[in-house]
C-alpha cells in the first residue's frame, strides 16, 4: 500500500471481524459430517451464523462512515465515482471470481443451482430470492453490502451529514416496524425477513449511527461508564444469549435491535481499549490474520461447508481446512493484486483533492462544520 494512502487499521476490528467468520463457520459447519452434532447443544445456540454476518454489518456500516466523513471534512464533498471505483476493486474480483468456478461447476454438472439463482448472484440482488440454493444462499450478504453501498454515499451527499446520519437513525428505529410489516404485508418475502434490504438495513445503519456519534456519546458520563466498565464483558455475553432466544416475532420486534445495539458498543470499546485482555486478543496476529482472511473465507466456505453433502471435501474437519486454503490462495492471488489497483487509484485521488484542498479552503472548513461535535477528531485516526 502506498504511503500516501496508507492509514492505520482501526484497532481491534480485524480481530472482531476475525471471531465474525469463526462464528459463521462454526454455524454453518453444524450438520456437516463429522462435526460434533449434538443437538441439545446447537439447538441452544441460535443461528451463529447470522450472528457472525450482524456483526459485519455493524462494522462496515461504522468503517465506511469513518470513511465518508474523512472525506467530507478534508474535500468538502463526496466523490461517487472515487467510491464506487474502490469498492468495485474491493468487493468485485473475488465474489465474481467465486461466481465464474460456481457457474464452471454447474454446467460440468458437478454441483446443482435453481433457476434464478446466477441471474440474482451475479447482480447483487439475491437477498430477493428466498428460492436461492445452498451454493450462492450466502451471497445474500453480499448484496444487502452492495445496496448499502449504493445507496448511503449518495444520502449523505444529497442530505448533507447531519441529515444524513439523522436519516440513519430513522432506519434503526423503523427496523422492527419493517421486518413486522413484511410478515404480515409482504407474504411472498416472508422467508427472508432478515435478508431482503429492508429488515436487515437497521444492522448496518447502528454503524453509521455510531461513527457519526461516537465522540459525542464518549463525552456523555453514562455512556462513558458502559464502555470502560471492568464489567463490559457482559454485553457481548448477553448479545450471544439474545440470539438463542425468542420467538420469530419478538426477535423482529425487539431482540435484533438489542443485539445490534450491543455490537455497537462492543465495537466502540474494541476501538479504544486496545491493552487490556480482550485487546490484546483482538488484536493478535492469529486472530487478526483470520481477520483479514474474512472476506474471502466467507465467500468460499460455502462450498465446503455443506450439510447437505456426504462427499470428502464438505465432512469435518478437513471441509474447514480446504475453506482456509481457498481462502488465502483467493485472497492474495485475486484480492491483494486489486488492493494494489484500488490503494493506487486512492493514492492519485489523495493528490489531486489536496491540490484542490489547499484552493478552496472555505469550503472545506465549512464541510468540517457541518459534521457532528467531535466527529472530525474521530475520523482522523480512521483506516
Not at 120 to 126: E, K, N
Not at 201 to 210: H, R, S
Request: glycine content about 8%; charged content about 15%.
Amino acid at each position: 500500500m502506498s504511503s500516501q494512502v496508507a492509514a492505520k487499521r482501526v484497532p481491534g476490528l480485524d480481530g472482531l471481524r476475525g471471531l465474525s467468520i469463526l462464528l459463521v463457520l462454526c454455524g454453518h459447519a453444524v450438520g456437516t459430517i463429522g462435526f460434533y452434532n449434538n443437538p441439545a447443544l446447537w439447538s441452544h445456540t441460535g443461528d451463529l451464523g447470522n450472528l457472525g454476518v450482524r456483526v459485519f454489518f455493524v462494522i462496515s456500516g461504522y468503517i465506511i462512515t469513518l470513511l465518508l466523513l474523512k472525506e467530507t471534512a478534508k474535500t468538502g464533498t463526496i466523490s461517487l465515482t472515487e467510491f464506487y471505483k474502490r469498492r468495485t476493486l474491493r468487493i468485485f474480483p473475488a465474489s465474481y471470481f467465486f461466481l465464474l468456478c460456481v457457474t464452471a461447476a454447474f454446467y460440468l454438472g458437478i454441483i446443482e443451482l435453481h433457476r434464478g439463482d446466477l441471474l440474482h448472484a451475479y447482480t447483487y440482488t439475491i437477498n430477493f430470492f428466498p428460492e436461492r440454493s445452498w451454493w450462492v444462499g450466502h451471497l445474500w450478504s453480499l448484496s444487502v453490502e452492495e445496496q448499502f453501498y449504493l445507496l448511503w454515499p449518495l444520502t449523505l451527499l444529497v442530505l448533507g451529514v447531519r441529515k444524513g446520519l439523522k436519516a440513519a437513525v430513522v432506519v434503526v428505529l423503523l427496523g422492527p416496524v419493517m421486518r413486522l410489516g413484511t410478515y404480515y404485508f409482504w407474504v411472498s418475502q416472508r422467508p427472508d425477513i432478515g435478508n431482503s434490504f429492508p429488515t436487515i438495513a437497521d444492522a448496518i445503519a447502528t454503524g453509521c449511527v455510531l461513527a457519526g456519534y461516537k465522540q459525542d456519546l464518549l463525552g456523555q458520563n453514562w455512556f462513558r461508564k458502559i464502555i470502560d466498565s471492568k464489567y463490559f464483558f457482559l454485553i457481548p455475553m448477553a448479545a450471544l444469549a439474545l440470539n438463542m432466544r425468542g420467538g420469530a416475532r419478538l426477535r423482529w420486534a425487539v431482540l435484533e435491535t438489542t443485539i445490534n445495539l450491543f455490537i455497537a458498543l462492543c465495537v466502540c470499546r474494541v476501538t479504544i481499549h486496545t491493552k487490556d485482555w480482550a485487546g490484546r486478543v483482538l488484536n493478535s496476529s492469529p486472530l487478526v490474520f483470520v481477520g483479514v482472511l474474512s472476506y474471502s473465507l466467507y465467500v468460499w466456505q460455502q462450498l465446503f461447508l455443506n450439510r447437505g453433502s456426504a462427499a470428502w471435501p464438505n465432512r469435518f474437519p478437513q471441509n474447514v481446512v480446504l475453506a482456509f486454503v481457498v481462502a488465502v490462495l483467493c485472497h492474495y492471488l485475486i484480492e491483494k493484486p486489486f488492493l494494489k489497483l484500488r490503494d493506487a487509484a486512492k493514492s492519485r485521488s489523495v493528490s489531486s483533492s489536496t491540490a484542490s484542498v489547499t484552493a478552496d479552503v472555505p469550503a472545506v472548513a465549512l464541510a468540517k462544520a457541518s459534521l457532528p461535535v467531535g466527529a472530525a477528531a474521530d475520523i482522523s485516526t480512521s483506516s
